[in-house]
C-alpha cells in the first residue's frame, strides 16, 4: 500500500494498493497521480519523506525533476540495532568456531592435555559472553504458538 499524506492535518491525499511489488513504472504512475491531486487542491509541495526504498528517488526526480530526496530518518534509526546484532552474531560465530572441541564427560585428572583444552574451552565462553553482554535485550526469542495462548 502506497498513500500521500498532508503532514498539517495528515489528510490522506491519495492511496494505491498494489497486488505484486512495486517497480519504478508503478512509483512513477503514483507519484504523477500524487503531483496531480496536489495540484488539483492548489496545494504546494514542501517535502517528500519515504520509507528509505530504493525504487523511490528515480520516479520523483522524474516527476519533479532533479533536487533533494530526504529519507525518513526513522527508518535508518530503526535499522541500526538490527545490524549492531547480525555483526555482533558474526563475531560471536566467528569465535565460537575457534572454542576447542572436548570429549564427553569431566577431564581426567591425569590428562594434562584435555584439562588444557577444557581450560581453554572455557576462557573462549567467556570471552564470547564480553562480546555482548546485553545481548538478551536486543534479541528477541522466537516463542512457539503455546506461549501466545
Not at 504546494?44 to 520523483?60: C, E
Not at 546484532?85 to 590428562?111: C, E, F, H, N, Y
Request: charged share 25%.
Amino acid at each position: 500500500m502506497r498513500s500521500a499524506v498532508a503532514h498539517r492535518q495528515y489528510n490522506r491525499l491519495l492511496a494505491a494498493v498494489l497486488e505484486h511489488d512495486p517497480t519504478h513504472d508503478d512509483i512513477t504512475v503514483f507519484v504523477g497521480r500524487f503531483k496531480t491531486a496536489l495540484d488539483d487542491r492548489a496545494l504546494a509541495r514542501k517535502g517528500i519523506t519515504t520509507a528509505g526504498s530504493a525504487l523511490s528517488p528515480a520516479p520523483i526526480r522524474t516527476v519533479w525533476g532533479e533536487g533533494r530526496h530526504p529519507l525518513c530518518t526513522c527508518h535508518v534509526i530503526k535499522d541500526l540495532p538490527h545490524g549492531i546484532v547480525q555483526a555482533v552474531a558474526t563475531a560471536r560465530a566467528r569465535l565460537a568456531t575457534s572454542t576447542p572441541k572436548l570429549g564427553r564427560g569431566r577431564p581426567s585428572s591425569t590428562d594434562k592435555a584435555a584439562r588444557r583444552l577444557a581450560r581453554t574451552s572455557t576462557a573462549m565462553q567467556q570471552q564470547i559472553r564480553a562480546v555482548f553482554p546485553d545481548r538478551l535485550v536486543f534479541v528477541t526469542r522466537r516463542r512457539t504458538p503455546a506461549a501466545y495462548a
